[in-house]
């Protein structure tokens, strides 16, 4: 049975979007132009499968293109601003439906209508930023008049918000990744290795601790464990865990002060209160009433005869 054409809908919209500001904020998402994700494309499989549409797309509408991060039932990537039936929708108070698009002045010559995609049915559900800045739609569409139900203009709205987590969820990604490789510039820097004069003789070490840089007086360490990827630096006051190796912290230290004892350890050397049975027995020097028991680090055989030539054995 033909369908009945119905008048265009008339929509509440939100207010006009500040467009320089829309743009910006899309941006800041680096979304455009990347490659097909998983996540976004079974959320558009499972709009078309609720919607019971053969076509289902997540729009994004730049300044001149709509571009699709995830489809189904259409061919392309792209396509101009001025045939999107997303430019309208995204900035709809709630799920556009357009349920003939036919005979809807907006649309009835779009190119998606008359072209060969045969569109008639269009559903899009606003893709808004925590900011309320509307970057595009994740839509259903079909080749033939329709409505959705209820159930499935709320499923619609979930699905919506599900993709903005996802992008908001890589953001936050690429800047902690941005702050990461900033940090470890950083790191690097006041960490540098260099073959300069005063390498082996910095009072200081920065390590990384979460986000953070934490300063470290070499004359505070009592002694680094290695620990799989990890090292510990065991201080008078605390233990400092970061990821590396000992031949990396080995070469941070100022090597008058320090010695390699073991495959897993370096010892400070004024530390060293007394040697036997191949381990070295290390002065806490913690205050009398928090003084604990003396720490014992084993000797590898192969590194004791160094060990021995650097201290002043009498």
């Known amino acids: 049975m033909k369908h009945p054409k119905r008048p265009a809908q008339t929509l509440p919209v939100l207010p006009q979007a500040n467009e320089p500001e829309r743009l910006r904020v899309l941006r800041s998402y680096e979304v455009i132009d990347t490659d097909p994700e998983q996540v976004f494309n079974d959320l558009v499989h499972l709009a078309a499968f609720i919607c019971g549409t053969p076509i289902s797309l997540i729009f994004l509408v730049d300044d001149k293109r709509q571009w699709f991060k995830a489809r189904v039932g259409l061919e392309p990537m792209q396509?101009?601003?001025?045939?999107?039936?997303c430019q309208y929708a995204m900035l709809a108070a709630d799920v556009c439906e357009v349920?003939?698009?036919?005979?809807d002045v907006r649309f009835a010559h779009n190119s998606?209508?008359?072209?060969?995609?045969?569109?008639?049915f269009y559903a899009g559900a606003p893709l808004l930023s925590p900011e309320g800045?509307?970057?595009?739609?994740?839509?259903?569409?079909?080749t033939v008049p329709r409505h959705l139900t209820p159930d499935q203009r709320e499923a619609l709205r979930v699905l919506a918000r599900q993709v903005m987590v996802h992008l908001e969820l890589h953001h936050m990604q690429r800047q902690v990744e941005n702050e990461r490789q900033t940090l470890d510039g950083v790191l690097?820097?006041?960490?540098?290795?260099?073959?300069?004069?005063?390498?082996?003789?910095?009072?200081?070490?920065?390590?990384k601790q979460e986000q953070r840089l934490v300063r470290v007086a070499t004359a505070d360490l009592q002694y680094v464990e290695a620990l799989g990827d990890y090292v510990n630096l065991h201080t008078t006051r605390e233990r400092l865990t970061v990821y590396g190796t000992m031949k990396d912290l080995e070469a941070k230290l100022p090597s008058h002060d320090f010695a390699r004892v073991h495959r897993k350890y370096i010892v400070r050397l004024d530390r060293i209160i007394a040697i036997e049975n191949d381990a070295a027995t290390l002065d806490s020097s913690l205050?009398?009433?928090q003084s604990r028991t003396p720490v014992r680090v084993p000797i590898g055989s192969s590194y004791k005869a160094g060990l021995l030539a650097r201290l002043n054995v009498v």
């Open 79 to 85: 396509m101009p601003r001025e045939d999107a039936f």
């Open 99 to 103: 349920p003939d698009a036919t005979v």
């Open 112 to 120: 998606l209508v008359t072209g060969d995609s045969h569109v008639r």
């Open 133 to 142: 800045q509307p970057i595009g739609t994740l839509c259903a569409l079909d």
């Open 188 to 207: 690097r820097m006041v960490n540098s290795n260099s073959e300069a004069p005063h390498t082996n003789s910095r009072s200081e070490i920065f390590v």
């Open 287 to 289: 205050p009398a009433p």
